[in-house]
């Protein structure tokens, strides 16, 4: 009994916390929530200044003139023609294009056990002393069937960031895909048409059609090029030297331009 009133009597010196806090604490947003906003606020951001810069934009070339004026609004009318594209801004207008860095480069660590990072260090040897440089490659695709990589160097590591997606951005090509079975819905293409080889360097690869579902069988960074150029199943094999990135790189892209040419 004694600990029954005692129960009671600490219940009565609580007191019962006010609706107003209650509904205060509901509104509150966790973490998570806010992380989410200021991530589509700096999206939105971007966005805008895009568009800022795409309305400032004056263009140089003929090629440019005629996009912004609107008389071309397809970029394949352009890469089937073999026309050179000169300026970023160009496939700006016509793509909803996304970019992202490859890891080319390694931090330091005791016995070359350094963590890979987007930005590969070099130096070069002088009378003043030595002098450092950064480069970067970068990797730009809508995931419909354009990709482009693009690679950049420079004293500091922005400017090397964005010479890299600028030149991305103006050697992106256009790929076929296809299925690896045959398909009711042809709309909807997920894998390489056919077997396709690629190399450059050491580095040699093979994509290979998977089923759906597959998902991407690969390295990291070639998945996030496959990604990017729209392919969502594939099998590969690689030989030679893949740690080399830039190489490994280079020879996806030789294997992706590969599928417009028709199977023997």
């Not at 800022?52 to 008389?71: D, I």
């Not at 709309?187 to 998902?215: E, M, Q, Y």
Request: aromatic fraction near 4%.
């Amino acid at each position: 009994m004694a600990e029954k009133e005692t129960k009671n009597k600490l219940k009565d010196l609580i007191e019962p916390i006010p609706e107003e806090l209650l509904k205060l604490e509901q509104e509150i947003t966790p973490k998570e929530e806010m992380k989410k906003t200021r991530a589509q606020i700096r999206g939105e951001e971007e966005i805008e200044k895009k568009k800022n810069s795409l309305a400032a934009w004056k263009p140089r070339t003929l090629l440019g003139k005629l996009v912004k004026e609107g008389k071309i609004k397809d970029i394949d009318e352009i890469l089937i023609k073999h026309k050179k594209i000169l300026e970023a801004q160009i496939v700006d207008l016509l793509l909803p294009i996304e970019t992202d860095l490859l890891l080319v480069g390694q931090s330091k660590g005791k016995f070359g056990g350094g963590k890979r990072r987007a930005w590969r260090q070099t130096q070069r040897k002088t009378m003043e002393g030595n002098v450092v440089s950064f480069s970067c490659m970068v990797v730009a695709g809508d995931k419909k069937g354009h990709i482009g990589i693009g690679f950049g160097k420079a004293k500091e590591t922005l400017p090397a960031r964005d010479k890299a997606i600028r030149n991305a951005k103006i050697n992106v090509t256009k790929i076929t895909l296809g299925f690896e079975s045959v398909e009711e819905n042809k709309d909807n293409p997920h894998t390489v048409p056919f077997k396709v080889k690629g190399k450059c360097g050491s580095v040699r690869i093979k994509l290979i059609p998977a089923p759906r579902g597959t998902g991407l069988v690969a390295g990291d960074e070639c998945k996030k090029i496959l990604r990017l150029a729209g392919i969502k199943d594939v099998y590969t094999v690689t030989d030679g030297q893949t740690r080399t990135t830039i190489n490994m790189a280079k020879a996806t892209i030789d294997a992706l331009n590969k599928t417009n040419k028709m199977k023997l």
